[in-house]
């Protein structure tokens, strides 16, 4: 009888007994019908080969500290891992790993102000007698950190003296993994709604220096509170409440763009009275940082 077996298979049981060497092997059967014994015998390899897998390679941030690359071993056994990084990616920082104990898991550290790119390695598996390559390569995306969430219905990007000295020359947002149609400006606006606190954006971005497009991590928004205006349908004359987390101003305007009113906005809620006049009105709040947000009222 010839088998073949790999280390993890080990040991091989074979009438009750058991082997872990490559082998020649007899044992002697003894008829229980009071016959003759036979002889019988066992041709054993055991194959040091082995089947590695590398599996999809995780999300990384360009802020992250690390990232851990894993892979599945189908048969044979795998005693060490390494990781070679090919010159683009050592230019960019990342060191070579070498011969740690297999576990299934790499831990990678990601290089300080590392460049968001596609990069690449090899992954070395061996044991006491089989060495194997396989390619991996994997994607540092830009930090979500880069996305600025303004009032409950704008998200924006930071320019390049904030975001590390990136320039980008095109833009597309997502949601939830979906391209959000026209959203291809630095900011994404939600007309006449609020940004959705339940799912997770993006901006695919193309760097201007050399072309490269990449997402950013994904990104969700939180409810902000600082900047409330209720009702936006008024009566003539009737209060408008807005409620400001920090000073600023407000600014009404018709739908011409001719100024109705402005006045000063302290902490807290501020009344404002809506126009004589029935009609469609812009309110645009300025906060203490600067940043403007345009309400719609209408006066019925």
């Known amino acids: 009888k010839a088998v073949t077996v790999y280390t993890n298979e080990l040991p091989y049981v074979w009438n009750g007994k058991k082997y872990s060497a490559t082998g020649d092997y007899q044992q002697t059967l003894v008829s229980v019908l009071g016959g003759c014994d036979s002889i019988v015998t066992l041709k054993l ?38 990781v070679v990084f090919d ?23 990601l290089p300080s102000g590392v460049t968001p790119d596609t990069y690449n390695a090899s992954v070395v598996f061996e044991n006491s007698q089989v060495t194997k390559k396989q390619p991996v390569s994997f994607t540092v995306n830009y930090s979500s950190s880069i996305i600025l969430q303004k009032w409950n219905d704008v998200l924006a990007l930071l320019n390049s003296s904030y975001n590390g000295g990136y320039d980008f020359s095109g833009f597309q947002w997502y949601k939830n993994g979906q391209a959000i149609d026209g959203a291809t400006e630095s900011y994404l606006y939600i007309e006449n709604g609020q940004l959705d606190t339940n799912a997770q954006y993006q901006v695919k971005v193309t760097r201007a220096v050399d072309g490269v497009s990449l997402f950013t991590c994904s990104f969700q928004p939180t409810l902000h509170t600082d900047v409330l205006v209720y009702p936006t349908l008024l009566s003539r004359r009737s209060p408008v409440t807005i409620k400001m987390d920090g000073q600023g101003s407000g600014v009404l305007l018709n739908i011409s763009g001719l100024k109705i009113n402005q006045q000063a906005l ?35």
């Open 266 to 300: 302290n902490q807290g809620e501020n009344i404002m009275r809506a126009p004589d006049s029935a009609g469609t009105y812009v309110l645009v709040l300025t906060n203490s940082k600067g940043e403007t947000r345009k309400q719609l009222l209408i006066v019925k």
């Open 45 to 82: 390899t055991v194959s040091p080969d082995f089947s590695a897998t590398m599996k999809a390679s995780p999300q990384i941030c360009a802020n992250d500290k690390n990232f851990t690359l894993s892979y599945d071993v189908a048969y044979g056994t795998v005693d060490y891992h390494s």
């Open 87 to 109: 010159s683009k990616a050592q230019q960019a920082g990342f060191v070579d790993i070498l011969k740690q104990s297999a576990n299934g898991y790499i831990d990678v550290p």
